[in-house]
T-cell receptor
Framework: GAVVSQHPSRVICKSGTSVKIECRSL??????MFWYRQFPKQSLMLMAT?????????EQGVEKDKFLINHASLTLSTLTVTSAHPEDSSFYIC????????????FGQGTRLTVV | GIQVEQSPPDLILQEGANSTLRCNFS?????LQWFHQNPWGQLINLFY???GTKQNGRLSATTVATERYSLLYISSSQTTDSGVYFC?????????????FGQGTILTVHP
């Protein structure tokens, strides 16, 4: 299957600082990338959809000014958690799909964010 | 939005046993995927199965789209099968690749 690489795998930051998470599709052109959040012992919840070259579309209840998403190329999307607070601590995971190929969504390894 | 329900929520097996996990969904779908989430959090793609039956080694899956359910079969379970199994669907008419996840089935296989 296709490879999606997410970096960093884990990060600890101080409250009030910003953290950037990268999601790369290594062997296909990702026309659309998705960002999910997973709290402990819960399922994955979609945060936003990003299409290459367009503004991201956020799900209801997700603050777009807090979770900045950029999808500037067909292989890279970034999620920046701005002014992080302890309640933002979670597991963030991206997925990528290609409208050029009718295949399933592939997921990155995830990023465990801890805000102290 | 679409509702995705998985059952059972928890499943405990002895090594070598067989099991069936179920996923019910409330609306028509373009896509259905089964995942295994390992202890480090990574989602492993098991099946891309919007309809029909597929098999991969000890695992197989069947989706009956008209009746809005899918089943994941695990035969001769091994301790390495332990983890969380998620069903996720792409509702008909939504963005390609946009998945709604069920709550998962936590599988524990004892030696």
């Amino acid at each position: 299957g296709a490879v999606v690489s997410q970096h960093p795998s884990r990060v600890i930051c101080k409250s009030g600082t910003s953290v950037k998470i990268e999601c790369r599709s290594l062997d296909f052109q990702a026309t659309t990338m998705f960002w999910y959040r997973q709290f402990p012992k819960q399922s994955l919840m979609l945060m936003a959809t990003s299409n290459e070259g367009s503004k991201a579309t956020y799900e209801q209840g997700v603050e777009k000014d807090k979770f900045l998403i950029n999808h500037a190329s067909l292989t890279l999307s970034t999620l920046t958690v701005t002014s992080a607070h302890p309640e933002d601590s979670s597991f963030y995971i991206c997925s990528a799909t290609s409208s050029y190929e009718n295949t399933e969504a592939f997921f990155g390894q995830g990023t465990r964010l801890t805000v102290v | 939005g679409i509702q995705v329900e998985q059952s059972p929520p928890d499943l405990i097996l002895q090594e070598g046993a067989n099991s069936t996990l179920r996923c019910n969904f409330s609306d028509s779908v373009n896509n259905l995927q089964w995942f295994h989430q390992n202890p480090w959090g990574q989602l492993i793609n098991l099946f891309y199965i919007p309809s029909g039956t597929k098999q991969n080694g000890r695992l197989s899956a069947t989706t009956v789209a008209t009746e809005r359910y899918s089943l994941l079969y695990i035969s001769s379970s091994q301790t390495t099968d332990s983890g969380v199994y998620f069903c996720a669907v792409e509702r008909l008419g939504t963005s390609y690749g946009k998945l709604t996840f069920g709550q998962g089935t936590i599988l524990t296989v004892h030696p």
